[in-house]
């Protein structure tokens, strides 16, 4: 492939925050309104600049959690207390602010209806983020499209209350058919009848598809996360190239 | 181009300042080593583990066994790592062999007419390189890492280390070098990443200059 078209450069552009959504008590959403957004697809990331008064400068990267077909762009992010760029993101942006940003970036960790199924996404904690992405793109495809393409999701968090998107998952469930598998890994609700421990190779086996469905799978989260349920899927049998990660730090 | 920088309102350095001259822009520093990699880690058994320098033409490759690559004399450099998600650290301490003792050792012969390289690794990964970056001491085949082997996480049995480039550049569990007369672009070079990434130029994405 002969390619001599010049790359556009991703310019950094000054978006504004149109609405902030509390998810948890850790994690808000931002709703920015980009100019000249050039779109962008299911699971794509973008970078985000923090230019102090006095010339000092912090990036860092943040998922998209809204799907290519909102005009606006959403990120959902996570407090770290000991960072420099989410506290201000959580705790100073206000609806009205502007905040610098450049993207969409990331070209392998993405997923569109036309990719096909079956598709196992595998989360934990803000690992969410890009699966939500992916999640409603599919809740937007043309029921026709829907059918072909089954998905299941596994949603791994300490507690009830680090659930991020719960409401929007469970009516996204009823509405589409996407089988969600919750599990917690500390403390479960009183009564939850469901997984109540860190993901294992009998869960995976249990909710994903034998291997020989050539299932695609998107597995975001921490790293040991990460790689533990990457891991779990090879030795299921399932194809390496077929398995897509994201890690967080 | 000397636009005016957009001021986020409210927002201070929350992190000691680095050393001078040792940051890259755009990057922060950890003391933590982060793991990025796009799909599951690759475990390959060392007894069927092989590291290859191979011509434009299969004919002409090298090849070392694990124990051949071991063999070689070794080097332990000491470096700053920079990856374009952000994160910089300083004073990593490796060891390996380097590039130039491969390519010198493979007595390919027709290196002159190559000015490029392809890494290739377990997992399908690939990464090119200007055959500049990974020549004159500046390169590494890299199988330690802070005085013990490197984990698999992290790109062992054994990564490319190039260090004066953005980190995705020292390919996790590399098993070659392949190389090219013209320029082919890598994993991350096809999915929008800058071709060369030289972090003090900042060159992160396709078209940063």
């Known amino acids: 492939m002969t390619d001599t078209a010049v790359p556009a450069r991703l310019e950094w552009r000054v978006a504004t925050v149109v609405h902030v959504r509390d998810e948890t008590a850790h994690a808000k959403t931002l709703i920015l309104d980009v100019p000249q957004w050039p779109g962008h697809r299911a699971g794509q990331h973008v970078d985000v600049r923090l230019i102090a008064e006095d010339g000092y400068e912090a990036q860092r990267s943040y998922s998209i959690a809204s799907p290519p077909e909102e005009g606006t762009v959403a990120l959902t992010v996570e407090r770290i207390e000991s960072g420099e760029v989410s506290p201000y993101l959580c705790d100073v942006l206000r609806e009205g602010d502007g905040v610098e940003l450049r993207g969409p970036i990331g070209g392998y960790f993405v997923w569109n209806v036309s990719y096909g199924g079956p598709l196992l996404l595998v989360g934990g904690g803000s690992g969410i983020v890009p699966l939500m992405a992916m999640l409603r793109h599919y809740a937007r495809a043309e029921p026709d499209v829907r059918e072909r393409v089954e998905i299941r999701l596994i949603y791994s968090v300490r507690a009830a209350a680090d659930v991020i998107y719960m409401k929007e998952v469970d009516a996204l469930a009823r509405s589409t058919g996407v089988r969600i598998e919750l599990t917690f890994t500390r403390a479960a609700p009183e009564g939850w009848q469901g997984y109540h421990r860190r993901i294992d190779r009998a869960m995976l086996e249990e909710v994903s598809w034998p291997a020989s469905a050539r299932q695609h799978a998107y597995v975001c989260g921490p790293t040991p996360f990460v790689e533990s349920v990457a891991t779990l899927l090879v030795e299921l049998g399932h194809d390496p190239a077929r398995v897509r990660t994201e890690r967080f730090g | ?209």
């Not at chain 2, 480039?165 to 070098?177: D, H």
Request: charged residues 25%; proline residues 9%.
């Open chain 2, 1 to 209: 181009m000397a636009e005016k920088p957009f001021i986020a309102r409210g927002f201070h350095a929350r992190r000691p300042a680095a050393p001078a001259g040792r940051l890259p822009p755009g990057q922060y520093e950890t003391r933590d080593f982060p793991v990025l990699s796009a799909g599951p880690t690759p475990r390959t058994p060392l007894a069927d583990w092989d590291f290859r320098v191979l011509g434009s033409s299969d004919d002409r490759a090298a090849r070392w066994t694990w124990d051949e690559l071991h063999a070689l004399p070794r080097e332990t450099p000491t470096v700053d790592i920079h990856c374009v998600t952000k994160w910089s650290k300083f004073d990593t301490a490796w060891e390996g062999v380097s590039v130039d003792t491969l390519l010198g050792d493979a007595r390919l012969g027709d290196i002159a007419g190559h000015a490029f390289v392809v890494a290739f690794c377990d997992g399908g990964y690939t990464t090119n390189l200007p055959l500049a970056d990974v020549t004159g001491g500046k390169a590494w085949v890299a199988f330690g890492y802070d005085g013990a082997p490197l984990p698999p996480e992290h790109g062992g049995p054994a990564r490319l280390l190039v260090p004066h480039l953005y980190f995705w550049k020292s390919a996790k569990w590399v098993r070659g070098l392949r190389l090219l007369a013209r320029d082919e672009p890598g994993f991350w070079e096809q999915l929008g990443y800058h071709n060369r990434g030289d972090p003090w130029r900042e060159q992160r994405y396709q078209g940063d200059l």
